[in-house]
């Protein structure tokens, strides 16, 4: 069964630096890898998907680079402010298995002015 | 003008009852889910409907029983609540798949479940 694995629980970075999240997955079959933020007391909030033929994706100061050679994606925000501390999951989206959305456990990102 | 909304939001109760939380979504999507979010924030899929047409189903004891009245709609009913079922519920929903959308989730603001 497919499983994804984000390789740290919290990250603290000072403002104006680049984080950069990492998103591990196994056994993967044709799926999509997306990224969510959530806030506490929230729910999940879509940023960005990016598609197994997809090498890079960008939206504004955000990154996402997609290795399905090491079967890893890579997260970044440049020029992070403190509004962007959140917890952030990736997902994998299993196509052929009616949509289904498998979670990695996230990771809390905190940035100090 | 919330787009996925969930009610209630928290809900608190005794071992043994049976509750039902409330989803409904004014986006005009065909597919809705039902998800489960740990205490360790570890978030997992339980249950997917897709025009009031049950399409996933995990290994989800008998006593939770998602019901679709119509596509706008996916409430999730837990009879005999255990301790083990606290946690936050969240319902999602997803664009048809024609709109190029499928794979993009909109979320509920969750429902927080206690049990005593």
């Known amino acids: 069964s497919q499983k994804i694995e984000q390789n740290s629980e919290a990250l603290n970075i000072q403002e104006g630096k680049t984080a950069t999240l990492t998103c591990n997955y196994t056994?993967?079959?044709?799926?999509?890898l997306q990224w969510y933020r959530q806030d506490p007391g929230r729910g999940p909030v879509f940023l960005l998907l990016i598609r197994e033929n997809e090498k890079e994706k960008r939206k504004e100061r955000l990154k996402v680079t997609f290795d399905t050679t090491l079967k890893q994606s890579l997260f970044h925000i440049t020029a992070s402010q403190p509004a962007d501390s959140a917890t952030y999951l990736c997902a994998l989206f299993l196509y052929n298995q009616g949509g289904k959305l498998i979670f990695g456990q996230g990771t809390e990102l905190s940035v100090k002015p | 003008d919330t787009a996925v909304s969930q009610t209630p939001k928290y809900l608190v109760t005794q071992m043994g009852n049976d509750k039902s939380i409330k989803c409904e979504q004014n986006l005009g999507h065909d597919t809705m889910y039902w998800y489960k979010q740990d205490s360790k924030k570890f978030l997992k899929i339980m249950f997917s409907y897709n025009n009031k047409e049950l399409i996933i189903n995990e290994t989800v004891p008998n006593r939770f029983s998602p019901k679709s009245p119509d596509k706008a709609h996916l409430n999730l009913h837990i009879n005999s609540l255990e301790l083990g079922d606290s946690a936050v519920y969240f319902c999602?929903?997803?664009?048809?798949?024609?709109?190029?959308?499928?794979?993009?989730?909109?979320f509920g603001p969750g429902t927080r479940l206690l049990v005593l």
């Open positions: 056994n993967y079959s044709p799926a999509y």
């Open positions: 999602a929903s997803s664009p048809p798949q024609l709109a190029g959308g499928l794979e993009t989730q909109y």
